[in-house]
């Protein structure tokens, strides 16, 4: 498995990062975590969860799962944070420490910054206060955000007055052409020195997969794609050892050359430039119950 260096912080994470909406979707908990240690056994160090994944199921598996024969010590662990106060974020981060069953989170999110008041909530509120005590207080190492609405909101939570660690979005073949995060903020990115974190490399929704259902992509094609970028880590939804295997073999054929790019973004243009494939960008149908609870959403 390759690995990559994820910005600023200079730690050395797997090419593939194990996503943790997927790991609470698998029906049977032995079965999920058979693959998160089958995904270590494969190389992958880096594994992505979220305070409301599931209601907090996929952290308790991903706890479990890590407590056995001392695994924690061995993944770059990163959870999210769902709120924008302070003290709904200390509550956060203390029910995610409980979840995982650790004493430190690696990388902490504010997640899902899909609307434009977002990165203000943050700071007007208290939400960036308690990241950084608990940054501190050792409670976690490194702040980043997340969000898969529009490079706009990303490009403000990038001009805030904080040093980001990381930063993740969609990174798939579509964004290239639409409302672009690989355009807008990736280099901005880069000049600041912050890690970034692609998702939802095979179009995103819950169940994703709408590339290859609609588009005619084949997996390895969307991810080989993603990972030609620069991108320190691409989060893959895995249900099952065959997928680990699949997915784990894709990344390990290499990235596309600048033809291979070339010709697959032409051949998908014509439905990339609509945004047919890429709903959670320009609906709220994609955005979490929490967030929409937050800004008085049905």
Not at 165 to 180: E, H, L, T, V
């Amino acid at each position: 498995m390759e690995t990559r260096i994820l910005g600023r912080t200079g730690e050395s994470v797997s090419s593939v990062c194990l996503g943790g909406w997927h790991i609470g979707a698998i029906p049977d908990e032995s079965e999920s975590i058979r693959v998160m240690h089958a995904a270590m056994d494969e190389g992958i160090n880096f594994f992505d969860n979220s305070w409301d994944y599931h209601d907090g199921l996929s952290e308790e598996r991903m706890g479990k799962a890590l407590a056995m024969d001392a695994r924690r010590a061995r993944v770059f662990l990163m959870t999210k944070n769902c709120e924008r106060d302070y003290i709904g974020s200390v509550k956060c981060l203390e029910d995610s420490l409980r979840r995982l069953r650790t004493d430190h989170i690696d990388l902490w999110q504010f997640h899902e910054l899909v609307y434009d008041n977002d990165p203000d909530w943050i700071f007007e509120r208290g939400g960036i206060k308690a990241a950084l005590e608990a940054q501190k207080a050792g409670k976690v190492r490194y702040l980043g955000f997340t969000g898969h609405k529009d490079p706009r909101i990303h490009l403000k939570m990038l001009g805030k007055p904080q040093v980001w660690d990381a930063c993740q979005m969609p990174i798939n073949i579509m964004d290239a052409q639409y409302r672009s995060f690989l355009r807008e903020v990736v280099p901005v990115c880069q000049q600041k020195n912050t890690g970034v974190i692609g998702m939802k490399g095979l179009g995103g929704g819950f169940p994703s997969g709408a590339l290859l259902e609609k588009a005619g992509l084949s997996a390895e094609e969307c991810y080989r794609f993603a990972l030609s970028q620069p991108v320190a880590s691409q989060v893959m939804g895995i249900t099952s050892l065959r997928q680990l295997h699949e997915n784990v073999a894709s990344a390990g054929r290499g990235p596309m050359s600048a033809e291979e790019q070339s010709v697959l973004l032409a051949r998908t243009r014509e439905e990339a430039t609509d945004g047919r494939h890429e709903l959670f960008k320009s609906s709220r149908d994609f955005d979490g119950p929490h967030h929409k609870k937050q800004h008085g959403f049905a």
